[in-house]
């Protein structure tokens, strides 16, 4: 007998759109699976720019491995360890992993900062942990602050289960997307003059999307805020180890020590994970670390749903114990960063194309393509991207998918490939501006790349190319071609 999948038999969390799987943000993923770009094997293939995984320090990681074998329980040396790793779920986790995770956060923070490992819960990843955070301290309905442009997962992980709502705190491009006090101030009121009760405020430092640390007097003024309205504060610090040059990082575990500061440590909670700093998405290492002793028992409780495997907490434990490897690896983890952060920038600058000022963390670069948009419009946004992702074969994310208030902007990630593909993105976009130039000349047929045949909407880049500030006409390709 053949049974129908009817929604009806389902739940209404199960049936309804919180994933948020309907949004360029994944279109671009599912694009580049479809069609990957594979150097010698698929060349004109999509290349992936839209996700934020950092793969430039894995030789250091494989190294250590090797000399470490007793670390893993699958190696001869570690074998004998199998019995009690294997059997071991307690939802505390193992006291050396959490000793070496406590030591870990406050090394990636300048060792500026105690973290106490009796206060650090695991989550299934950042994901599980900003999920679970978000269950500790907001019912259905209340809603959460949090700053545009912000990662389009938030969506998924602090709504889709919990029920809660975000409420956008508009930042503009005008004064470099910072965080204003004014702009939390009316998203608050907003909120309340809908009716809607703020229960906390949500920031990334340093951000993904726009790769920048909040600087120390920004970080003030949002524990000044939340301690005003007397709400939470979620501080998603994912990329803290990310922050390749200066001005250095600064968490607000930093800022709440402060002597003379007056805050409420109950209101404050940090969201950490090893997937971006140490570049283990797969390992699901995620953590919450609250100052709330409440918060830390309650979500030690529900952390059971999102355990890390006791396997990946004895690697992890024995790695992160490893104070010159540690040492090393963040230093030389910054390092690749900056060179390759500087390679795409570089690239990008003398295409004419530049990127958010001051960037100098995050694995992505938040890139300004409003010049290009035939209509400043999130659709003028939309369909330059599909000519991005189609055409040019780059999968870039658009800035709507992040909830950017204005449309032009696209973030552009820039570690999960190597510097010749790097390249090879660049001589794409290099090619994609030139042959529109060329394609506001009558009839000419165009050709990229030996078989690949393009053929531009010209239209969309006349404005860019001709207009009176177009910065294309200096660059030196352009002035070299033409
Ligand atoms: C700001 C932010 N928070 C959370 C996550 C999810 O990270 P994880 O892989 O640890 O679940 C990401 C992933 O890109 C992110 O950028």
Request: proline fraction near 4%.
């Amino acid at each position: 007998m053949a049974f129908k999948l009817n929604n009806q038999l389902l739940s209404k969390i199960a049936t309804s759109n919180g994933h948020g799987e309907d949004s360029a943000y994944f279109d671009g993923w599912k694009a580049y699976d479809k069609n990957p770009f594979h150097a010698t094997e698929n060349p004109n293939g999509v290349i992936q720019m839209g996700l934020a995984e950092n793969r430039l320090s894995f030789d250091l990681v494989q190294e250590w491995l090797k000399l470490n074998p007793h670390a893993s329980i699958c190696t001869a040396e570690g074998v004998h360890e199998f019995r009690d790793v294997a059997i071991f779920q307690d939802y505390h986790g193992l006291a050396e992993f959490r000793n070496a995770v406590a030591k870990f956060m406050g090394k990636v923070r300048g060792d500026k900062v105690v973290f106490d490992p009796d206060r650090i819960v695991m989550g299934g990843g950042a994901t599980g942990a900003n999920e679970m955070i978000i269950f500790c301290l907001a019912d259905p309905g209340d809603a959460f602050l949090v700053p545009t442009p912000y990662y389009p997962g938030f969506d998924r992980d602090l709504r889709w289960r919990t029920g809660i709502q975000l409420v956008p705190v508009e930042c503009e491009s005008s004064n470099n997307f910072e965080v204003t006090r004014e702009a939390l101030e009316s998203a608050y009121e907003m909120a309340q003059m809908n009716n809607i009760r703020v229960k906390g405020l949500l920031i990334t430092n340093p951000s993904n999307p726009l790769g920048r640390i909040l600087d120390r007097e920004t970080l003030k003024s949002i524990v000044d805020f939340i301690n005003d309205k007397n709400i939470h504060l979620v501080c998603d610090e994912i990329y803290a180890a990310t922050v390749f040059s200066e001005p250095d990082f600064v968490s607000v575990s930093e800022i709440i020590q402060e002597e003379g500061r007056e805050c409420n440590l109950d209101l404050i909670h940090i969201v950490y994970s090893l997937s971006k700093d140490m570049g283990f998405p797969g390992f699901r290492v995620g953590i919450v670390y609250s100052y709330n002793d409440a918060v830390v028992n309650c979500a030690r409780k529900m952390s059971s749903f999102g355990l890390v495997s006791s396997q990946t907490q004895h690697l992890i434990a024995s790695m992160l114990s490893d104070d010159e490897f540690v040492e090393r690896f963040i230093r030389e983890s910054k390092t690749r960063l900056a060179s390759r952060h500087k390679l795409l920038t570089e690239g990008l600058a003398r295409l004419g194309i530049s990127c958010l000022k001051g960037s100098n963390a995050g694995l992505f670069v938040w890139m300004n393509l409003r010049r290009l948009l035939k209509e400043q419009s999130f659709e003028g946004e939309m369909a330059l991207w599909r000519v991005i992702i189609n055409e040019v074969k780059l999968n870039v994310s658009p800035g709507s998918s992040f909830h950017c208030s204005e449309p032009g902007w696209f973030r552009v990630c820039f570690a999960n490939i190597d510097d010749e593909t790097v390249e090879v993105a660049l001589a794409r976009i290099r090619t994609f501006v030139l042959q529109s130039k060329e394609a506001k000349k009558p009839v000419k047929k165009l050709c990229w790349q030996g078989s690949l045949k393009l053929s531009f909407s010209s239209r969309i880049y006349d404005d860019f190319v001709m207009s009176p500030h177009s910065p294309i006409p200096q660059s030196p390709l352009v002035q070299a071609r033409t």
